[in-house]
């Protein structure tokens, strides 16, 4: 089914232990986007990309690093994990309302249930 | 800079009764709006979306939202509540240009009595 797929589904780490979340999807988007939801928090907005090759900051970028290589791939980094990155993380992507403002929108991958310990 | 406010982080009512989930935003100009829903462990689903055509806009699974310029509110609502509509709902801004990036409330999670 086309969409978004995340990779890993769920993590335990230790503290300073390093890893890659995969967000890869196959609806041709030019934009992407890494969110976190905490509890009572919303979701807020780490790291986007609006094409290949460009990322840049969101809301709560601190502890993590991305890249954007592939077109249908973003990459979210954590170099050192610490326990106040233990969250649901969130890969979203869309195109550009202007392709099509009828079924513009967000589409969200499934999650990653992160634990740092 | 854009933000949203959702008032109430829970909501009960009763299967039948009137939804009523309340978002009220803060933006310069003009924004993009949306309403997600989110089921237990699962990712978020649209549920419909403002994008500056109808004021009143009509999702899926009965759910509509009404764009009030003057209130800054883009309230959703649903007649008659369903066991199934147990669930978060998140509500979201964006600027209608640019990177698009979607600011998003706190959310309201929503249960229904039987």
């Known amino acids: 089914n086309a969409g978004v797929t995340q990779t890993p589904k769920f993590r335990v780490l230790k503290t300073g232990q390093s890893m890659t979340l995969l967000c890869a999807q196959d609806?041709?988007?030019?934009?992407m986007y890494w969110y976190r939801q905490d509890p009572g928090m919303g979701l807020r907005l780490i790291h986007y990309?609006?094409?290949?090759?460009?990322?840049a900051k969101g809301e709560v970028p601190d502890g993590y690093n991305v890249s954007r290589l592939k077109k249908q791939n973003f990459l979210l980094g954590l170099e050192s994990a610490a326990p106040s990155q233990t969250s649901v993380y969130f890969c979203?992507?869309?195109?550009?309302?202007?392709?099509?403002?009828?079924?513009?929108?967000?589409?969200f991958g499934s999650g990653t249930r992160l634990t740092v310990v | 800079a854009q933000s949203v406010t959702q008032l109430g982080s829970h909501v009960s009512v009763s299967e039948g009764a009137l939804v009523l989930l309340r978002c009220n935003y803060s933006s310069s100009v003009p924004p993009y709006l949306f309403w997600y829903v989110q089921y237990p462990n699962q990712g978020l689903q649209l549920l419909l979306k403002y994008t500056s055509a109808a004021t009143l806009v009509k999702g899926i699974n009965g759910f509509e939202a009404e764009f009030k310029k003057s209130e800054t509110s883009f309230h959703l609502t649903k007649p008659s509540a369903h066991m199934s509509d147990a669930a978060e709902y998140f509500c979201?801004?964006?600027?209608?240009?640019?990177?698009?990036?979607?600011?998003f409330g706190t959310g309201t999670r929503l249960k229904v009595l039987a």
């Open positions: 990309s609006v094409g290949e090759g460009t990322t």
């Open positions: 609806m041709n988007h030019e934009y």
């Open positions: 979201a801004v964006s600027l209608p240009w640019g990177t698009y990036k979607y600011i």
């Open positions: 979203a992507s869309s195109y550009p309302p202007g392709q099509g403002i009828s079924n513009y929108g967000y589409t």
